[in-house]
Every structure is written in C-alpha cells, then in structure tokens.
C-alpha cells in the first residue's frame, strides 16, 4: 500500500496523511491516532528517501560515542536506551546513524554533521556538569536532546532525566530507618551529573538525620564489577566497616555481592545493599523476588521519550525546548535488613 492508497482508505489528503505521520503539530491527535492506526493495520511504511525530499530532511538522528566512552557499546543500560530510541525512531520513520570517533574529533564531527546535513538531530548521552557539547550543538543549530542534565549550564536546551537526587536521598534514609549508621556510597564518576547528584542526595539524607559524613566511606569510580568489588574489600579494613552499600549501577552491586560472600557474609542479613538498576532488560533484579532493593527506572522507555522530545523539537523547531524529571521507584528486594551490628 502506498500514500495514496492510504489516505483514498481514510478519506483524507495524501498531505493530512503525511502529516499525521511525521508528527506535525498541526494535526489533531485523534487524526494522528486514526492514521497511525490504519498504517499500522496495513503495513504502511513510509519511502524514506522519498520522505526525505518531501519534507527537506535526512529523516536520520544521530548518536555520536567518543573512543573513551566505548565500552558503552556493550553496557546494557545504553542497549537499553538505544533500543527504546530506536521504537520511536521507526514509528517516526527515522533512520539511527551510530558514529565511534576519536575524543579529540567529537567537535568536528558535530559540524560536518550539520553542515552535510545527514542528521536532523542528534542525542546527547552522559553528560558532565559543564557539557561542552550542549554549548557547541547550541551554536551551531543542530537540534539535539540530552539523556540527563548538565547542572552547570543554564541554556535552556531539551533534555530527559531521572530525579537522581531525590532516588538516593530516598534509598539513603530506607537504610538510616533500618538502623544503620555507617552508609558507603560505590558512586559513578562524579564528573558526570548523574553522580553528582547521587552524591547530593545521599549526603542530604546523612545531614538531615544528624549523621556525619565521612569521606572514607565514599568512593567515585568507573561503574565496573570489579570497581565494587575491591571497594568493599578495602572499606572492610575500616576500624569501622559499612553495615550497609548504596551502589550506582547493578553491575558493580554484583561485585559488591561477591565481595560479601567472599567474606563469608550474607548480603541482607549481614551487611545490606541499595543499587539503581535501571530495569533493564537483559540484567534482571532477580525473577518473583527483587534480589537487590534497588531504585528502578525504565531506561529503554527514557530512550522511547527522549527520542520522541527530539522528533518533536525537529518537527516544530521554533517550541520552546522540552524537559522531562522522571521518579524512580524503590523496589525492596533480598539484599536489605535491620542493621544488628550496633554501628
């Protein structure tokens, strides 16, 4: 079936049709809903390239990934987004272009981009406190949306995040309410944002409660297994070890876990566990029981939203931009208990 065809079957213009598929503003919901629908019914897709000439666009959004950060590739949490993304990209009729570049070429990536005109838009991933690539997408022209927040740059600009702070600042007094008092923070680089804020909210809880915060009980690391590993084996050397571990990503939580048994400890019973897990598709928190408590947010539907806040912004280039503060859940699983240790 083609375009005609398609709007000959619902009684409206080729041009109504096109519309309600690329997502124009002007079309009505319902109208929106109803095309999308009989598509869907008849397998209707759109000719890309043709889509392209009709409407001056390379119908492609782009993701750029610097060398350094490649083992992003292989995280799940970034397969995850990818893969929320890439549902709204194709329900839009948009192609994703993937380019692994040289750190010091990111930036002129970013300009021969925009001047071949081969992405419409671009998706900004792990963003530090002062982003330069905000400052450079902004200069430039080229819309982009940002998976997170750069704290310290007050253009407005579209972005999508979780409430980081409020999540650990939550986790953080689950733990306090269980009794315990000496609380260790395995937080991500604390370049980036989300861990500057992870930070903020654990230390918040630790105030708001009366309890000191002390720097040994803090470590800031590339998210690996092994990174949580050898934390707790070195803060178990500690006059005064943790009683319990608020965790930045289920990987390292998993090396946390080994560190534990290793010791001859149970996670739960004797030393207890928060992570943020990110619910993610192909690293489950256990199956009918949680294994980890953990703070929970779907990153393959944070990838399907901020995908669709870009799509908007190219459709409508002069809206204002679109932000978006998601909460995450805490979900109780095996890995937390009352603090019997007395510290």
Do not use: C
Not at 77 to 102: C, N, P, R
Not at 231 to 253: D, G
């Amino acid at each position: 079936m083609n375009l005609k065809d398609l709007a000959a079957l619902l009684g409206l213009s080729q041009t109504t049709v096109s519309r309600a598929l690329n997502g124009y503003p002007e079309v009505s919901e319902a109208t929106r809903q109803r095309v999308a629908a009989a598509a869907e019914k008849h397998s209707y897709r759109p000719n890309t390239r043709a889509k392209g000439l009709a409407t001056g666009r390379a119908m492609a959004i782009g993701h750029v990934i610097p060398i350094s950060a490649q083992h992003e590739m292989v995280n799940p949490v970034f397969g995850d987004f990818i893969a929320g993304a890439g549902e709204a990209y194709a329900a839009a009729g948009y192609d994703m272009v993937l380019s692994l570049v040289q750190d010091n070429q990111e930036e002129r990536v970013y300009r021969d981009m925009f001047a071949k005109g081969n992405v419409d838009g671009i998706v900004v991933h792990a963003p530090e406190m002062r982003d330069r690539r905000i400052a450079l997408l902004l200069e430039i022209g080229l819309p982009f949306a940002v998976h997170g927040r750069a704290s310290e740059i007050t253009t407005p600009y579209n972005w999508l995040d979780v409430n980081n702070k409020s999540a650990f600042q939550r986790a953080t007094d689950f733990l306090i309410d269980l009794g315990h008092r000496r609380i260790a923070l395995l937080n991500g680089l604390e370049t980036m944002d989300f861990a500057h804020r992870r930070r903020a909210g654990y230390v918040e809880a630790l105030l708001s409660r009366d309890l000191a915060v002390d720097p040994q009980l803090m470590r800031s690391e590339e998210m690996t297994e092994t990174y949580g590993y050898q934390a707790v084996r070195q803060m178990m050397k500690l006059a005064e070890p943790p009683t319990a571990y608020l965790v930045s990503s289920m990987i390292s939580a998993i090396g946390v876990r080994r560190a534990i048994h290793d010791a001859g400890l149970v996670m739960g019973r004797d030393i207890s566990v928060i992570t943020h897990d990110d619910d993610l598709s192909y690293l489950r928190n256990g199956d009918d029981v949680a294994l980890f408590t953990a703070t929970r947010s779907s990153v393959r539907d944070a990838g399907r939203q901020l995908a669709q806040i870009l799509i908007e912004q190219i459709s409508d280039p002069q809206h204002a931009p679109r932000t978006k503060l998601l909460e995450a859940d805490l979900t109780v699983g095996r890995s937390t208990g009352a603090n019997t240790q007395g510290r």
